[in-house]
């Protein structure tokens, strides 16, 4: 079994469960790899071959002007495409070993383990504890009402929405400000016990104050999940990220430590992006 | 799998959530679950392919139902007869004055010469229609050049001979035999002698009825028994009673029960001997079906055709059969095999209400080739009538033409001026307010509420006539006037404010902006709301019913103040006769109400698709 | 005669019309320029003055009329109209009119003679006066307007004007029909409730008009007071109702989600057109077809598992009017289903959610009060309709939630006691009308409920 990461064309699924996960060449963990990912929307090309991993217990933050590609291709690491009609996806991610757009994979045990938190805070019109138990109420993780308690309480102290929140858990989710909004929309995807989380500009609708909260708790969030960030904010992907990749109408322009891309960009155009010339 | 360690030494925030160990999804009870969530999932997903098949199905029943009976309507039966309009009979000076139904009946005695008797006379004459006179007439009027001679000419047949020829009053099957067959006679009483048995098929049918009358009674027999047996005891029990009393006036009432219950005995003993008699008897017959048996008017009809005439069976043995000639025969000569036939009429006679001999006459005009379906012209060309062959809708069209004439030119300008009034000009105040919440609860007014509010203000108040298409126009106004404005109004606003800004900035006033520039261009949002109105006011009965548009009208309404029905209530009137033609001219009118609707919505769609325009 | 001067009218209008534009330009010298408004308003001007209180007149006199020359005819002849019944007087006048004016006279006599005399010759002078006016009005109009017709004139104003005058008219018509409603369904019933108490009328379980003479007051002439009580009416009308909205709710709720949420193109295609044929069907169809195919269906299939079915049960009606407001519910459904936003639906299916889960657990949940509201409406609409009932429920009023026994509803006994010819006064007749107020009642109550339901629903995620 070779993990060459070099090689364009992986192997669909990979049938021996126990198959040792890949690694990069600095001897990380690869928890998600594209290979040649094109996405159309209709006629129109999205994404043109976008070659990336992301490393486990990182933080990869993906930036580029708007129109760019890279949300196009945090959807594709959970499949939310999949709800876009006349959206189509070509080439391989894999999860761990398996290729994700693999027919005898399940896209819904794909998203139980690539949670995923939206740009605009999105709770349900429930309750806070409600919004919480959602997810392992229908993936059946708790066996009883006490565990599933536990469950709520011990998300949303992960998310840090804990104290904040546990005299009013019986409140509507929507009446929260938008920070706590957003901490509940993670608390709520963590609660599922995700191995990746992905995040879509989770701050842009935040003020400053909520998104440090915000940033803060994906620092914390990296020891245990990896995290796939998009965002808007140079400033945040310098901030909260290990790993950044830099994407450009449709083509992943130029990926790797964060420090190197923001101190050393290799590509003129990400060269531009960063000192502001464009963007 | 040390989550729970990591859990307490990792810091709150930020750690893995207690209680769920990492990689839970893809245990395989995780797949297990994940089954049973997408077999619930595909259970959910049939539900509502269920929900629209139910809906699809009630409409494919419904139209089924409507167009199988409505689509025999639209034709009907003549019978081409020779009709003698000679100068003598019809005096061409006054062709009014001429006693048409003499000249029909003088025809139709003339093509069937052996109906002779009165009574026999009585069937032939029935089975035209008793409007054949009037459709005569006016026939004769409108084309003089019939006069004088002496040609065929088509007289409608009665509804229930042309729902025979339509095949909608009984199956008929028909049966060669393989062997000759002789006849005892031409006339009257005949016996059809076969060489082989080749009436067995009768005796069959004969004797299914005698099972299925056996099984019958022998049930009736049965109850009465177990009444007999309840009476007996209650006698038996009161007696016990009446033994142990002292009371001397419970006594007697306790005797006279007990003398009232055995005189009811008495009668049910005598019914039921009787019953049990006729089970022998019945008995006896079903024992002996297959030596002979005779046939009554509860069970199939069964006609022999020979020689040009037709025996309608009575007494049948396997190989004769004797019965009465309703069409006399050519010749008694001797029939080869194959040139006679055995017919048989599934509807016992007793069961639909056109006679065997009816039947025999009719077969007789269709074999002699005189009976022709055509085009059904009185259905679309008469009014009202009490007999089913000659009512028509075009009566009802009319008034239902007059009607939506009076409902467009009110309900179009009104509900127009009053949404470029509420969405261009209306300050945004209470009173518009008012108006705005008023136009949205009309909305869901139940139609009959409308059909009141006309019977009390237009009829009572204003002495508008009743009956009249004015005011079921103006009632049906009054209710498409919310749809007609909503629709409107919608029109308008999708006009993008640019446009008006544009024609304001040359200099119009606000009104020469709104009704040269704006109101063109929501026109086409205009006229289809007021389609999709229109056809909502064509199809409503209700309101109509309240001011008396539900009257019996023969005369087609020359204007919109002359009494007059519409289409639906026309269809409510119909559906109410018990009889079978009207059933099916109330769907034949259905069809047409329903292709007036669907041209009318249709076109709405092309309009709206047309010129629709997204700025 | 009306249309006859409406005729004339419209005449006068286009010739003033013309005439008005071309004394602009001759007051202007033909220099366009020195007009304050275009001459088509000058001509609007003209013709508005000339026409406009004419007809006002003309109409005001169409309405009054008869009226006024009843009375003035039945004061003239106070001592041959004596003595008679209202019913009596109105054949009476009926028939002096026709032999006045022309008509089916029912029989004549020499009251009724006299009587089309008075009336011919007041109708006479009403027509003299009515076209003496009229022309007054005409000329004046001409006269004033044609003297004021100057260059300076603001001729588009007043054209405008009168303009919008019209378009406020015609918005506050919504407003007139409700009052009209309103007052004569409380007019009517007022009458109605002086004859039979309030109580009685909406708490009595008794309802059989047809014997509204007979028992205990019948000697008197009195109405016997016991027989109108509504509530066997209700009773029916929600069982009825019960029956279709347990039809219409589910089918039409399910369909809406699949078309929203699952269909395919094509399905849509042919979903959508089913549903709004049956939306377009008139309900008269549906009463035939209820009576004619599903209520014998329903009887026999009853009869074949041994229960007695009446040929007008309950149930038939109440479902085929369910089939009639499936489009109704789905249509409303599909409406708040949609305005759900889609980042609910993204957010429970990143969690992992399957499609169905999320419409149970998170959409449905949140459409709820809007789902609700259309319910209601679709009862409002239920309870209102009545080419159904009247076609395929009974008249018997039984108090029974048996849906195989027939029962009768407010719609079918207005339609009842009003078809047909009927005195107007009588409490029978009055009766249709305080039927008619109970469901107007009803219905907008349930109306402005959903409808503010729906909205505040809006609102919330707007």
Redesign the interface.
């Known amino acids: 079994m070779t993990l060459e990461m070099t090689t364009d064309t992986l192997s669909a699924v990979d049938t021996t469960v126990n198959a040792p996960p890949a690694v990069s060449p600095e001897g990380e963990t690869l928890k998600m790899r594209g290979r040649d990912v094109k996405v159309f929307y209709g006629n129109k090309q999205a994404l043109h071959g976008v070659d990336l991993d992301v490393r486990k217990n990182r933080v990869t933050a993906l930036i580029g002007p708007s129109g760019c590609g890279k949300s196009t291709f945090l959807r594709c690491l ?1 499949r ?1 495409n999949d ?1 876009i009609d006349i959206c189509r996806v070509e080439g391989n991610i894999l999860l761990d070993n398996d290729d994700i757009y693999d027919p005898r994979i ?1 896209v ?6 690539v ?4 740009q ?1 805070p ?5 309750s806070i504890f409600e919004n919480v138990a ?9 066996q009883s009402k006490t ?1 599933l308690e ?2 709520v309480a ?2 949303l ?4 929405l804990f104290e904040e929140v546990k005299d009013r858990l019986d409140e509507p989710g929507t009446g929260l400000s938008g920070g706590q909004q957003q901490r509940l ?1 993670i608390a ?6 995700p ?1 990746v989380i992905l995040m879509d500009e989770p701050c842009s609708a935040l003020d400053p104050i909520a998104t440090a909260k915000v940033e803060e ?1 994906i ?6 999940y990896t995290i796939v960030i998009v965002t808007h904010s140079m400033q945040q992907a310098a901030r909260v990220s290990q790993h950044t990749a830099f994407f450009h109408l449709g083509n992943l322009v130029e990926e790797g430590l964060t420090n190197d891309i923001f101190t050393n960009p290799k590509d003129q155009r990400t060269q531009d992006y960063i000192t502001g010339r464009f963007g | 799998m040390t989550d729970i360690a990591q859990d307490t030494a990792g810091s709150a925030i930020g750690g893995r959530v207690k209680g769920i160990p990492s990689g839970v999804h893809t245990t395989d009870e995780a797949r297990k679950r994940l089954k049973k969530r997408y077999s619930m999932e595909a259970r959910f997903k049939a539900y509502g392919i269920g929900a629209i098949a139910l809906a699809a199905t009630f409409l494919v029943l419904l139209l089924y139902t409507i167009v199988g009976s409505g689509l025999p309507a639209f034709t009907y039966n003549y019978v081409n007869v020779p009709l003698d309009l000679s100068a003598e009979k019809v005096d061409p000076a006054n062709p009014a004055g001429a006693s048409y139904n003499t000249i029909i009946r003088d025809g139709l005695k003339a093509e069937l010469p052996f109906a002779s008797d009165r009574k026999n006379r009585r069937v032939l004459y029935s089975l035209v229609s008793s409007g054949a006179n009037v459709t005569l007439q006016k026939q004769v009027m409108n084309d003089p050049s019939l006069l004088g001679e002496t040609g065929p000419v088509a007289v409608p047949l009665s509804d229930f001979a042309d729902l025979y020829v339509k095949g909608l009053i009984t199956q008929q099957t028909e049966f060669l035999p393989s062997s000759a067959a002789t006849v005892s006679g031409t006339e009257g009483q005949v016996t059809v002698t076969a060489e082989d048995p080749e009436f067995t098929k009768i005796l069959a049918s004969l004797k299914t009825y005698y099972e299925r009358e056996i099984e019958l009674l022998a049930g009736k027999i049965e109850a009465r028994g177990r009444s007999e047996a309840s009476v007996i005891s209650k006698i038996a029990g009161l007696e016990t009673r009446l033994a142990g009393e002292k009371d001397p006036l419970v006594a007697q009432r306790l005797t006279s029960e007990i003398e009232g219950n055995k005189a009811a005995l008495v009668k049910i003993i005598a019914a039921l001997e009787k019953q049990k008699a006729e089970l022998v008897t019945l008995q006896g017959h079903f024992d002996n079906v297959a030596m002979g048996g005779t046939l009554n008017a509860n069970m199939p009809s069964f006609f022999i055709e020979v020689n040009g005439g037709t025996i309608k069976a009575e007494n049948v043995t396997p190989t004769s059969v004797t019965g009465t000639a309703f069409i006399p025969l050519a010749s008694q000569a001797a029939v080869p095999a194959g040139q006679w036939g055995i017919k048989e009429l599934e509807t016992p006679e007793s069961f639909r209400k056109f006679s065997d001999k009816e039947i025999a006459y009719t077969d007789y005009l269709i074999a002699k080739g005189s009976v022709e379906n055509e085009w059904n012209s009185i259905f679309f060309s008469a009014g009202a009538s009490r007999e089913a062959e000659m009512a028509g809708i075009w009566g009802a069209a009319v008034g239902s033409f007059w009607t939506m004439l009076v409902t467009l030119s009110l309900s179009f300008p009104i509900g127009v001026s009053a949404a470029i009034y509420l969405e261009e000009f209306a300050p945004k105040n209470r009173w518009t307010q008012l108006i705005e919440v008023n136009i949205n609860n009309l909305a869901a007014v139940p139609s009959i509420v409308f059909g009141l509010l006309g019977l009390a203000v237009f009829l009572n108040v204003f002495g508008l006539p009743r009956s009249a298409p004015l005011v079921g126009g103006m009632v049906l106004a009054l209710m498409t006037l919310p749809t007609i404005i909503i629709a409107s109004r919608a029109a308008l606003q999708a006009v993008p404010p640019s446009i008006r800004e544009a024609a304001l900035g040359v200099g119009a006033s606000r009104l020469q902006a709104v009704f040269h520039h704006v109101l063109p261009l929501a026109m086409p949002g205009i006229l289809t709301g007021t389609i999709i109105g229109m056809a909502q006011a064509l199809g409503e009965t209700a309101p109509l019913l309240m001011i008396g548009m539900v009257a019996f009208i023969v005369d087609i309404p020359a204007s919109p103040v002359d009494p007059s029905t519409v289409l639906p209530v026309q269809i409510f009137m119909w559906a109410d006769f018990p009889e079978p033609a009207f059933q099916q001219k109330t769907s034949a009118a259905i069809m047409v109400l329903l292709g007036f609707l669907i041209s009318m919505n249709a076109f709405a769609i092309i309009l709206r698709k047309r010129f629709e325009r997204r700025w | 005669m009306f249309w006859t001067y409406a005729a004339l009218l419209l005449l006068v209008f286009v010739t003033a019309n013309v005439y008005g534009r071309f004394r602009a330009m001759q007051v202007a010298g033909n220099q366009l320029s020195v007009l304050h408004s275009r001459p088509t308003y000058h001509g609007g001007y003209l013709a508005i003055l000339a026409v406009l209180p004419a007809s006002v007149l003309l109409i005001v006199w169409a309405i009054i009329e008869p009226r006024l020359l009843d009375t003035m005819v039945i004061n003239a002849n106070a001592e041959i109209v004596e003595g008679l019944s209202k019913p009596q007087l109105q054949a009476f006048l009926r028939d002096a009119r026709a032999i006045a004016f022309g008509g089916i006279v029912g029989f004549s006599d020499a009251g009724k003679e006299q009587t089309a005399e008075v009336f011919a010759s007041l109708a006479k002078i009403s027509l003299y006066l009515k076209t003496t006016l009229i022309i007054a009005l005409v000329a004046g109009g001409l006269w004033y307007g044609n003297r004021s017709i100057r260059p300076q004139m603001r001729a588009r104003h007043f054209v405008e004007r009168t303009v919008m005058g019209l378009l406020i008219l015609c918005s506050a018509v919504a407003i007139f029909t409700t009052i009209g409603i309103v007052l004569s369904l409380i007019f009517e019933s007022l009458m109605f409730f002086r004859q039979i108490p309030i109580m009685d009328f909406v708490f009595g379980t008794h309802w059989s008009p047809q014997s509204a003479f007979e028992g205990a007051g019948a000697d008197h002439g009195d109405t016997n007071t016991k027989i109108f009580g509504a509530i066997p009416l209700l009773v029916g009308t929600m069982l009825i109702t019960f029956i279709a909205i347990m039809v219409a709710a589910p089918i039409g709720l399910l369909s809406a989600i699949y078309l929203s949420d699952y269909a395919s193109t094509p399905v849509r295609a042919i979903a959508k057109p089913v549903l709004e044929i049956l939306a377009g069907i008139p309900t008269v169809v549906y009463g035939f077809f209820a009576a004619l195919t599903v209520a014998p269906f329903i009887r026999g299939w009853g009869e074949s598992f041994g229960l007695s079915v009446s040929s007008e049960s309950a149930l038939a009606a109440g479902l085929v009017m369910g089939i009639m407001i499936i489009p109704f519910v789905s249509s409303l459904s599909d409406d708040v289903i949609n305005a759900v936003p889609q980042s609910l639906r993204d957010g429970s299916a990143g969690l992992g959610a399957t499609k169905s889960e999320t419409i149970r657990r998170v959409v449905l949940p949140a459409a709820l009060p809007g789902i609700v509201s259309a319910l209601i409406l679709a009862i409002s609409r239920a309870i209102g309709e009545t080419m159904i009932v009247v076609m395929a429920a009974g008249l018997a009023a039984n108090i029974t939630v048996n849906p195989l026994e027939a029962v009768t509803t407010v719609t079918v006994q207005i339609v009842t006691l009003l078809v047909g010819d009927q005195e107007f006064d009588s409490a029978k007749t009055l009766a249709a009308f305080a039927l008619g107020l109970l469901l107007f009642c009803i219905t907008l109550a349930l109306n402005i409920f959903a409808l503010r339901v729906v909205k505040k629903y809006r609102e919330q995620y707007d």
């Open positions: 959970n939310m709800t399940d819904v045990e794909l998203r139980a383990r949670g995923m938190v939206f605009k999105n709770p349900f019109p429930k959602y997810g392992p109420r229908i993936h059946g993780l708790a565990d536990a469950i011990s998300s102290q992960r998310a840090g929309c709520r995807a963590i609660a599922v016990a191995e708790l620092d914390e969030l990296r020891q245990n």
